[in-house]
């Protein structure tokens, strides 16, 4: 059974028109993350959640937010999308050091 | 910024050779590492941790080694089958997760 999982699997999208993905996890893990990833490179990290703290990256664009409404769901809103957020999305679950476990992710594609 | 990086970003072996994968980090306040498997379309999966109190951790065909004082790991999967061909990641945990560039194992048959 999944345990994170992230809707829609394929998201297509306009150009500047506004995009949430979701993720959802039945394992009560206290960190989320959210990351991007782009063709054969390395997921990189957006956000993540140490239970409701949240914490930005210094490099994440501000047209990225997230929203945690309890332990079990985690958002990521894109309010403009550019051609340049074409990407993967993936959010991934632990506890404090100890293995992530990721969702299947969302593909974007922004037209 | 510190980051997390790999030396070789392609490796080819035959299928029943061994193969080793390289990982360099930077941020000396790490002290929890994981490595991943990713296939094409799919999130990364767990393969196999190690703590910075640790040298050496062996799962089922793979081993995992740790030398602090050069910042190095490395993935040794051993009698490496095509079913291993993949993405895998190195990341690296003082409190979040980060990962390394990647290296791309293709196995020969």
């Known amino acids: 059974d999944a345990m994170v999982i992230q809707n829609p699997r394929y998201q297509v999208t306009q150009f500047g028109k506004p995009v949430t993905l979701s993720c959802s996890q039945t394992?009560?893990?206290?960190?989320m993350y959210w990351y991007q990833q782009k063709s054969s490179q390395a997921p990189k990290l957006l956000f993540h959640y140490y239970d409701k703290d949240f914490n930005n990256e210094a490099d994440t664009p501000d047209n990225f937010q997230s929203r945690r409404p309890n332990t079990s769901f985690c958002f990521l809103d894109i309010r403009s999308p550019g051609l340049g957020d074409a990407a993967m999305y993936l959010c991934?679950?632990?506890?404090?050091?100890?293995?992530?476990?990721f969702g299947q992710g969302t593909r974007l594609t922004v037209v | 910024g510190e980051s997390v990086g790999l030396h070789l970003p392609t490796l080819s072996v035959q299928e029943g050779d061994n193969s080793i994968i390289n990982c360099a980090y930077s941020n000396s306040a790490s002290d929890y590492f994981i490595w991943y498997k990713q296939e094409s379309g799919k999130g990364p999966q767990f393969i196999i941790d190690i703590r910075s109190n640790m040298d050496k951790r062996q799962g089922q065909r793979v081993t995992v080694l740790l030398n602090k004082t050069v910042k190095h790991l490395s993935l040794q999967i051993a009698a490496t089958q095509p079913g291993d061909s993949a993405v895998y990641f190195c990341?690296?945990?003082?409190?979040?997760?980060?990962f390394g560039a990647g290296t791309r194992l293709t196995v020969k048959p």
């Open positions: 990341a690296e945990t003082p409190r979040e997760m980060r």
């Open positions: 991934a679950t632990s506890r404090a050091r100890t293995e992530a476990f």
């Open positions: 394992l009560n893990h206290n960190v």
